[in-house]
């Protein structure tokens, strides 16, 4: 039988690189080895191994995830009895070197999702009016989405009514390496918001110009990596911000959210034919608070009324020309509200419930379609590289 000093010894420098390589930044959600963190790799006779670790900033708010999952992984190597891990920071020349290997040799303030051939699918979630529902719609779309295994993010693009990253959840806040920002994410879902800057619960009075370059910020200054599905949750109305998505991400599709009354339907109805201007389709209208299930007797009870969605996904049909269908009613639900204000979406908590499942229903729709387009879009592709 070997004795400890044999085992301890059949741990090696590359087997302990090799489980290195198993442990992701849980900010970026690639592996450190990859990004150039592993500063060195010490062994000693008795089996414990030392690894020093950079870290992109001094602050950094995932410091103790990365000290965890690096004890872990290189924990299950046989023969190591102690893991002992140092943190350093980069220079600010590493921080360059980790931005220029983030970006892929892209210039600066160019905007992924807007260059030619992108895979990821950006929804632009608008709504005629406020108060629909609109953000919460958003957030357990894309909850639903990432649930799926799909990669997803949040843009919370109303910054004078930002409120996505309460409703997800999300406690961290960004970081930032040289010019690129790193957002935090919660329920699988990135999320940046103008709320992450902002002391405490200060509004935010800027005009058009400032709200095209936070937008434009977010766009390209973020890290989001390979996302499948990035969704702007947008102000309500047809102002600068709706403009500016038109300008920034020309291939963004427009997801109508709207409530069963008239009032707030004729309201959308001049939301969606904006796409008629800025020559963006249409996916769909999304009816929320289309009726509350009777407690006692499971009626469903027209709270607003009934046919504002169909209402606004005819008049759009007419304007368009192409097919705007209803991709869903979503009822009325105290849980979707409790969601709301504890971070924990309805369709993660009570994915079963009437409100839980019609919003996955919508995401299953959104789901279909992108594979169907993605199969499309790559059929026609000859050369595509992987």
Same mark, same amino acid.
């Given at each position: !039988?070997a004795n400890?000093?044999?085992?301890?010894?059949?741990?090696?420098?590359?087997?302990? =690189?090799?489980?290195?390589?198993t442990v992701? $930044? *849980?900010?970026?959600?690639r592996p450190?080895t990859d990004?150039?963190?592993?500063k060195?790799v010490?062994?000693?006779?008795?089996?414990?191994?030392?690894?020093?670790?950079?870290?992109?900033?001094?602050?950094?708010p !995932? =410091?103790?995830?990365?000290?965890d999952?690096?004890?872990?992984a290189?924990g299950?190597?046989p023969g190591v #009895?102690a893991?002992?891990v140092e943190l $350093?920071?980069?220079?600010?020349?590493?921080?360059k070197?980790? /931005?220029?290997?983030?970006?892929?040799?892209?210039?600066?303030?160019?905007?992924p999702f807007a260059?030619?051939? #992108?895979?990821?699918?950006v929804?632009?979630?608008?709504? &005629?009016k406020?108060?629909?529902g609109k /953000?919460?719609? #958003?957030v357990?779309?894309?909850?639903?989405l990432a649930?799926?295994g799909q990669k997803v993010?949040?843009?919370d693009?109303?910054?004078y009514?930002?409120?996505? *990253?309460r409703?997800?959840?999300?406690?961290? @806040?960004?970081?930032?390496v040289?010019? !690129?920002?790193m957002?935090?994410a919660a +329920?699988?879902?990135?999320v940046?918001s103008i709320?992450?800057?902002t002391?405490?619960n200060?509004?935010?009075?800027?005009?058009?110009?400032?709200? +095209?370059?936070?937008?434009?910020q977010?766009?390209?200054?973020?890290?989001?990596g390979?996302?499948?599905?990035?969704l702007?949750?947008?102000?309500?109305?047809?102002?600068?911000?709706?403009?500016?998505?038109a300008q920034l991400?020309?291939?963004?599709?427009?997801?109508?959210v709207?409530?069963?009354?008239?009032?707030?339907?004729?309201?959308a109805?001049?939301a969606? #034919?904006?796409?008629?201007?800025? +020559?963006?389709k249409?996916?769909?209208?999304i009816?929320? !608070?289309?009726g509350m299930p009777?407690? +006692?007797? $499971?009626e469903m009870v027209d709270v607003?009324?009934?046919?504002g969605?169909?209402t606004?996904?005819?008049?759009?049909t @007419?304007?368009? &020309?192409?097919e705007?269908?209803v991709?869903?009613s979503i009822p009325?639900d105290v849980?979707?509200?409790?969601?709301?204000? $504890? &971070?924990?979406p309805?369709?993660l908590a009570?994915p079963d419930?009437?409100? &839980?499942?019609?919003?996955r229903?919508?995401?299953?729709?959104l789901?279909?379609?992108q594979?169907g387009?993605?199969g499309?879009s790559l059929?026609?592709?000859?050369?595509?590289?992987f």
């Open positions: !039988m400890e000093t044999e085992v301890a010894t059949a741990v090696t420098e590359e087997s302990v =690189r090799k489980a290195l390589s992701q $930044d *849980p900010e970026i959600n450190i990004l150039g963190m592993v060195s010490e062994l000693d006779a008795q089996g414990t191994v030392k690894v020093a670790v950079f870290l992109t900033v001094s602050g950094c !995932m =410091r103790d995830t990365i000290t999952r690096v004890k872990t290189v299950r190597i #009895t893991v002992e $350093d920071v980069m220079s600010e020349e590493q921080r070197e980790l /931005s220029q290997l983030l970006r892929g040799g892209a210039p600066e303030r160019e905007i260059k030619p051939g #992108t895979l990821t699918r929804y632009a979630v608008a709504s &005629g406020g108060g629909v /953000s919460s719609v #958003t357990n779309l894309a909850a639903a649930a799926q993010a949040v843009v693009a109303d910054i009514g930002h409120s996505v *990253p409703m997800l959840g999300v406690e961290g @806040r960004p970081t930032q040289q010019d !690129m920002i957002p935090p +329920h699988g879902v990135k940046i709320g992450m800057f002391p405490g200060a509004p935010v009075v800027w005009r058009g110009p400032m709200l +095209h370059r936070a937008l434009q977010f766009l390209a200054d973020v890290y989001w390979d996302l499948d599905v990035l702007l949750d947008l102000p309500p109305g047809t102002g600068d911000i709706a403009i500016s998505v991400v020309p291939n963004a599709e427009i997801l109508i709207t409530t069963p009354q008239q009032a707030a339907a004729e309201v109805e001049r969606g #034919t904006i796409a008629l201007q800025t +020559h963006q249409i996916v769909g209208v009816e929320n !608070m289309s009777c407690p +006692h007797c $499971d607003f009324g009934t046919g969605g169909k606004v996904a005819d008049a759009l @007419r304007a368009t &020309g192409a705007v269908p991709l869903g009325i849980r979707l509200r409790e969601g709301g204000d $504890d &971070g924990n309805v369709v009570a419930s009437p409100a &839980g499942a019609a919003l229903a919508v995401a299953d729709k789901s279909g379609r594979r387009l993605s499309l059929g026609l592709t000859p050369k595509n590289k």
